[in-house]
């Protein structure tokens, strides 16, 4: 198992992503429990990349999102779906970006640093919506298709989960 923080800052994403993967698999291996993946994911994305919040909110009712394991600065604790990128990402079902949360209506906002957000849906083994990876960026327009077509797969581990 590495020990080390990996900073991927500087490299092309395909790799950056990668190289994060292979950690992230190593240091999960054998673990099964959906809180500790959520933590260590978050912690190795959030230092990878040096974004000013990584993590997620898990569904804890049907219209409700409450803050789970996260890195970075204070986080609101609650959000209802529908609301702001992290409920739109959760009621659509879909991953949300946004170059600039400033153009974004209903954004909400945890830190005023924050320009740019992608919020990925994470299901369960029914399909169901059961969480939802949120990275905010201080630069504007910092997430693209790559981001979405990568962390869409990394939260697929969480398939299994119920
Ligand atoms: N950006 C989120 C709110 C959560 S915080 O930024 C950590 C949103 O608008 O859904």
């Known amino acids: 198992m590495s020990e080390t923080q990996l900073d991927v800052r500087g490299m092309g994403k395909p790799d950056a992503y990668r190289i994060l993967k292979e950690q992230l698999d190593a240091v999960c291996e054998g673990v099964n429990d959906p809180i500790a993946i959520m933590a260590t994911m978050a912690c190795v994305l959030h230092h990878g990349f040096g974004q000013l919040w990584t ?10 999102l ?11 604790l609650e959000i209802e779906l529908g609301r702001g990128v992290c409920g ?3 009621l659509t079902r879909q991953t949300v970006i ?13 830190d005023a ?3 740019s957000e ?17 990275i905010d960026s201080a630069d504007a327009g910092t997430f693209d298709d790559e ?4 962390l869409e797969s990394w939260v697929t581990r969480f398939a299994q989960h119920g």
């Open 98 to 110: 946004v170059p600039d949360v400033r153009l974004f209506a209903g954004h909400i906002s945890c």
């Open 88 to 90: 739109t990402a959760a």
């Open 147 to 150: 981001d979405k077509r990568q």
């Open 66 to 76: 409450l803050v789970g394991p996260y890195q970075g600065t204070l986080g609101c």
């Open 118 to 134: 992608i919020v990925v849906p994470v299901f369960d083994h029914r399909g169901e919506v059961m969480a939802v990876l949120d």
């Open 55 to 64: 993590g997620f909110y898990r569904r804890i009712e049907p219209t409700r």
């Open 113 to 115: 640093r924050s320009l």
